[in-house]
């Protein structure tokens, strides 16, 4: 059974910076790939990124390229989101989930951490 806890949401002006953690335990090869997904206000759950926990290939949806850089940390069973030139449009409940290969479709992710808000204010 993985496990996943987010941290380090919160509320910035738009240009500002936050930087997610995801601390994950119970780690198996149910959880090679680890992914960032955010659900805005009447919007579907998205994809942001996702890593290879053990390549360390990584993955973006193209609203975010070039702004967002995960990374792994893999002593401390942790992946981050390094978010930049945070926008509006950026705001959310944003999860982190364990998949067993890497893909962003949500659906293909087996576990989930409970969430962390992210609010971008003009």
């Known amino acids: 059974q993985v496990q996943l806890m987010e941290s380090g949401g919160g509320s910035v002006q738009a240009g500002g910076s936050l930087r997610l953690s995801c601390a994950a335990s119970?780690?198996?090869?149910?959880?090679?790939?680890i992914g960032w997904f955010r659900q805005g206000p009447g919007k579907e759950r998205e994809g942001v990124a996702a890593?290879?926990?053990?390549?360390?290939?990584?993955y973006y949806a193209a609203s975010v390229k070039g702004r967002f850089t995960i990374s792994r940390d893999n002593a401390k069973n942790t992946v981050y989101l390094q978010m930049n030139s945070l926008k509006p449009e950026d705001t959310g409940m944003y999860y982190c989930?364990?998949?067993?290969?890497?893909?962003?479709?949500?659906?293909?992710?087996?576990?989930w951490g409970q969430g962390t808000q992210v609010t971008v204010s003009s």
């Open positions: 989930a364990a998949a067993p290969y890497a893909t962003m479709r949500p659906d293909e992710y087996n576990y």
């Open positions: 119970g780690t198996t090869e149910s959880s090679n790939c």
């Open positions: 890593i290879s926990t053990s390549h360390g290939t990584t």
